[in-house]
């Protein structure tokens, strides 16, 4: 069955700690996205991936780092330079990039919370 | 730089009832996208509206792309409980930006 798998469902990052969230998608999809969604928002672009070994800053790239070393992964640190991480992490993927009109499948997130 | 604004933010309806939300852009987009986010849940791609005036229905789901390409509706025809969820537009601008800029979303709840 394909589709995209987000782990962990809960996070608990603890004070200078950096976490790292992970994205699989087995839809042989080439475009990769990270979103931030804070209570009662909509979504926030974090980084895209158009094609593996490369991404680019979305709007709000600042305490955040990815790598895309394989075509099906995807993941996401929050680092300590983060300083408001509580939110909702959506990761999605598309099968061409944006600007061919493709849409977005989205895992089912990683809720992150600082203890 | 681009902004999506929807309306309103939340809306309760009486199940049977019709619903309705709207979505402006600050500048004219390529094309528009909506999705659908469940409780708890993950947003799921509803449509994609391409053209001028375009209007698409999906059973009792209606959605128009304005003639200047810089709004979007979704209308809802007699509302059911399974209509719950998070409504969001996504906007692809026109200036040679390949990222779709999200909408602040409108909250539906249904009474049944």
């Known amino acids: 069955d394909g589709g995209i798998t987000q782990s962990p469902k809960y996070l608990f990052r603890k004070e200078g700690q950096n976490v790292t969230l992970s994205c699989e998608q087995n839809?042989?999809?080439?475009?990769m996205y990270w979103y931030r969604q804070d209570p009662g928002q909509g979504l926030r672009l974090i980084y895209y991936?158009?094609?593996?070994?490369?991404?680019q800053k979305g709007d709000i790239a600042e305490g955040y780092s990815v790598s895309r070393e394989k075509k099906e992964s995807f993941p996401l640190t929050v680092t300590s330079a983060q300083k408001n991480p509580t939110a909702f992490y959506l990761c999605?993927?598309?099968?061409?990039?944006?600007?061919?009109?493709?849409?977005?499948?989205f895992g089912d997130g990683t809720r992150l919370s600082i203890l | 730089g681009q902004q999506v604004m929807q309306i309103p933010q939340y809306q309760h309806v009486q199940e049977g009832e019709d619903f309705t939300t709207y979505c402006n852009s600050s500048?004219?987009?390529?094309?528009i996208q909506w999705y659908k986010q469940r409780p708890g849940g993950h947003p799921v791609f509803l449509i994609q509206?391409?053209?001028?005036?375009e209007v698409k229905k999906q059973k009792r789901l209606t959605f128009q792309f304005g003639e200047a390409k810089k709004n979007s509706s979704l209308h809802i025809t007699a509302t059911q409980t399974t209509d719950v969820g998070t409504y969001f537009c996504?906007?692809?601008?026109?200036?040679?930006?390949?990222?779709?800029?999200f909408g602040t979303g409108t909250r539906l709840k249904v009474l049944a």
């Open positions: 509206l391409v053209k001028s005036g």
């Open positions: 991936s158009q094609i593996v070994n490369d991404f």
């Open positions: 996504a906007g692809l601008g026109r200036t040679g930006t390949y990222k779709y800029i």
């Open positions: 839809l042989n999809h080439d475009a």
């Open positions: 500048t004219t987009l390529s094309n």
């Open positions: 999605a993927s598309s099968r061409g990039f944006s600007g061919n009109n493709q849409p977005q499948h």
